[in-house]
Each structure stands twice: as C-alpha cells, then as structure tokens.
C-alpha cells in the first residue's frame, strides 16, 4: 500500500473563526497553523496524527456557503493522500508525471511537502508526504531543491 491515509481536507468557509471554534470546541482538536492575511485567511487543525481540516476563507467566494443537498454542496476545495514513505511518495510522484497527471514539482512547506496531480475528472488532489510530525514551521509553499528529479530537501 503506497497511502497510509488522508491527510487533509481543505474546505472553503464564509467564516474562519466560527468554524474554528466549532472544531476545537465540540472536537478538541488543536490549531497547529493560523495566518490571518485577509487575502486568505485560513488555519490548519490536527485531527490525527498524520490529518488535518485546512478552511480557508477568501472574501465574497461564491462556495463558501455549503449547500445542504447531497453531491450539490460545493465548498470541497481538494483532499489529500499521505504517503506511507519517502519511497512511496517518489513512487507515486513518477506514477503521476508517467500519466501526466502532474508535472512532478513537490512543494516545502515546513512540517510537510507536497505534490500535487489532476484526477480523471479534473479534481486537483494532493499527495503529502509528513517530514515533521509536530508540524511546526509549516509556512507557504516553496519548491523543493530538487537534484537529477528527486526530492532531496528536507529528507527524513
């Protein structure tokens, strides 16, 4: 098995701090990342050891209202998979570029990197391989230093 499971579900909100609080309060999960940019403002909560919920709320987006009619909701932005390795992770990334379903750039955000691909119907996903189990330092996105195709940076 190349997946140990999801890793995270991003979720486009009307209102961050309202949901936030709902998570925390009713679930107890904690808030490992917050950015307040009122661009995009969105949080990640850890809800298990290698997941989380990642809203993000942008101004006047039209599916930050959920709706409440099955398969019409709307407000999913992607979901991501985690490797279950590093060997995983690079099998599945050659995988992909081999169906050219990406084009194989991995991305550094601190506790984790990430590639993302395009499924058979359009959905952009995300594949996540978790380099710091506490998740601190997770920042924006940087490309990866990259040596002859391969992830060299931030290996574990």
């Known amino acids: 098995m190349l997946l140990s499971g999801v890793n995270h579900v991003a979720i486009v909100t009307r209102d961050l701090d309202t949901f936030v609080e709902f998570y925390t309060d009713v679930f107890g999960v904690d808030v490992v990342f917050r950015d307040d940019d009122p661009r995009l403002r ?8 290698e997941s989380w ?13 959920a709706k409440p009619d099955m398969f019409q909701r709307g407000h999913l932005d992607h979901i991501a998979l985690v490797a279950a390795d590093r060997g995983a992770f690079e099998t599945i ?12 750039l991995v991305e550094d955000l601190g506790a984790f990197q ?5 499924d058979p119907d359009g959905m952009r996903g995300e594949i996540t391989i978790i380099v710091d189990p506490t998740l601190a330092g997770i920042h924006e996105p940087r490309p990866l230093a990259r040596e002859t195709g391969t992830a060299t940076s931030g290996q574990t």
């Open 53 to 65: 919920l990642h809203p993000a709320e942008l101004a006047g987006n039209v599916h930050a209202r």
């Open 114 to 118: 990430s590639l993302w691909f395009e």
């Open 42 to 49: 969105h949080a990640i909560l850890r809800t298990g050891p």
């Open 93 to 104: 990334r050659k995988r992909l570029i081999e169906r050219q379903a990406s084009d194989g």
